[in-house]
């Protein structure tokens, strides 16, 4: 089975803030208060300057959009997340933006690259930001609810007016 994300993760109400300045950026909520911007094509295609990001070595990443990220974190900190899995082998790509400037990362975890002691880069970002796992939950990607779509166009289908286990957390 594969699995595939490429988004802008953060608190809901930054990513509400900040999505509303960017054509083609929808806001899905998790868990714990978090939500996600994924980076679908249309939000790549308004976003980029026509490159890559600056060397940052992510995959979707559009061209000059770690400088949106930098402008977008003066709200509050976010990380740009990326994963790539089939068959169980894969990569995980993170970097926290806080206060205007690239703060942690970018981390990468490659094709046979166990992950780090302290987590993945996506559950590290999340821990930075604030996400907590439960008992029951392996790491904080499996708290905040990543695990619930297979690939990042899939978000855009999760019905955002009635998210139980969502409404479930914010209690």
Known sequence: MSYELQAVIGA???L????AQQPGAVVVPLRQGFALIPMTDELFDSATDGGRG???RFSKLPGGFERVLADWSTAGP????EAGYAGGV????????ADGDLAIGPMFVDVNEPFPAIGSPISQVLAHLGATRRRRDPDEFVAVGLDRCRDTEAWLAVDRSVLPEVARSRR
């Not at 509400?16 to 999505?19: F, L, T």
């Not at 976010?78 to 997340?81: A, D, K």
Request: proline share 0%; no cysteine.
């Open 54 to 56: 600056d060397g940052l």
């Open 16 to 19: 509400r803030k900040v999505a």
């Open 90 to 97: 894969g990569t995980q790509r993170a970097a926290l933006w």
């Open 12 to 14: 809901e109400a930054v």
């Open 78 to 81: 976010l990380g740009y997340v």
